[in-house]
Structures are given as structure tokens and as C-alpha cells.
């Protein structure tokens, strides 16, 4: 086990950030989706996303694990979280701009709590381990 704070610290954020994305699939797959400032096919898209998050769910937990143990296969992971993160934040920022879904009357605070914690995430990530 490392006695490094910093591993520590990145670890727990990794683990959190798991829980996180898990927390809101179930929480996305429980509630209706039938507001009607919602774009056209906003279900069928969103749904799509469960499966590369829970890849990078799993690979965060795994890399947050490997680094406390000091296995360098956690740093290359982490930096794999890092760019998977990078690339659902940069598609979420997308989406949720081009359908104006950063109104605060479309629930814009939690949309951009979403994409500003992805990207704090994959950021801290890279300044840790690059």
C-alpha cells in the first residue's frame, strides 16, 4: 500500500466518481423523461451512455484500487478514466448546449454539474498522473 496522500486522494475521487455515475443511472432509469422541453429522441440517446459508463465506472474503481497497491497498471488506467471522461464530458457539453439544456428552466444546474465534475475529474486525474 502507498503512503502517498496524493494516490489516496485521487483514489477516493475515482471511487466517488464511480458511485457517482452509478447513483444516477439508477437514478435516470427511475424517473419518466416526459417534460416537454426535451429534444426529440432525448431517451434513446441518453441510454446509449449507460454501457461506456459503467465500463468507466468499473475502470475507475479498478485504477483507484491498482494505485493505492502501487501497481503501475493503475497510473495507465487512471490516465485511460482521464480521456474516457474527457470525451463523455466534451459529448454532454455538446448536447446539452445545442438543445439549450444549460437553461435553468431545463434543469441547467445539473446538467452543468455533470459535465463540470466529469471534467474536474479527468482533470485532476491528468495533473496527478502526467
Same mark, same amino acid.
Given at each position: 500500500?502507498?503512503?502517498? #496522500? %496524493?494516490? =489516496?486522494?485521487?483514489? *477516493?475521487? !475515482? +471511487?466517488?466518481g464511480?458511485? @457517482? +455515475?452509478?447513483?444516477? =443511472? #439508477?437514478? =435516470?432509469? $427511475? !424517473?419518466? /423523461?416526459?417534460q416537454d422541453w426535451l429534444p426529440t429522441g432525448y431517451v434513446e440517446h441518453e441510454r446509449v451512455f449507460v454501457f461506456p459508463d459503467s465500463l468507466l465506472a468499473t475502470l475507475l474503481v479498478v485504477s483507484a484500487a491498482l494505485s493505492v497497491t502501487e501497481e503501475p497498471l493503475g497510473r495507465t488506467l487512471a490516465l485511460v478514466c482521464a480521456g474516457m471522461l474527457t470525451f463523455l464530458g466534451v459529448i454532454d457539453l455538446a448536447y446539452? =448546449? !445545442? /438543445? &439549450?439544456?444549460? *437553461? $435553468?428552466? $431545463?434543469e %441547467?444546474? &445539473?446538467?452543468?454539474?455533470?459535465?463540470? %465534475? @466529469?471534467l474536474l475529474?479527468?482533470? +485532476?486525474i491528468l495533473v496527478r498522473w502526467v
Open positions: 500500500m502507498t503512503d502517498d #496522500v %496524493g494516490t =489516496w486522494v485521487v483514489a *477516493a475521487l !475515482q +471511487i466517488m464511480a458511485l @457517482v +455515475i452509478a447513483a444516477f =443511472w #439508477v437514478t =435516470w432509469f $427511475r !424517473q419518466p /423523461h416526459d446539452f =448546449w !445545442q /438543445h &439549450g439544456m444549460f *437553461a $435553468r428552466e $431545463r %441547467g444546474l &445539473g446538467n452543468l454539474g455533470v459535465v463540470v %465534475g @466529469v475529474l479527468a482533470a +485532476i
